[in-house]
């Protein structure tokens, strides 16, 4: 059951570096420090990429948008 173990873990990965950074932030902006941070989950960068290319306001409106993905 490794699979839902790294399932579980990557969203509190995601939590971590998206609280980090400074917002407002483009979705390049968030992809780049998610890079930069070490976080090199495919699973996770896939998604951010997937992101409507807008201005986010903080990490929660992003995490609620990749939830809709």
Not at 23 to 45: C, D, F, Q, T
Not at 49 to 60: I, N, P, R, V
Request: aromatic share 2%; no cysteine.
């Amino acid at each position: 059951m490794a699979t839902g173990s790294s399932a579980q873990t990557a969203p509190m990965e995601m939590q971590k570096v998206l609280k980090n950074i400074n917002y407002p932030v483009k979705k390049g902006e968030i992809i780049a420090n998610v890079r930069k941070s070490g976080a090199m989950n495919i699973m996770l960068l896939q998604k951010l990429g997937m992101l409507q290319d807008k201005e986010y306001t903080s990490a929660d409106e992003v995490l609620e948008a990749l939830t809709k993905i």
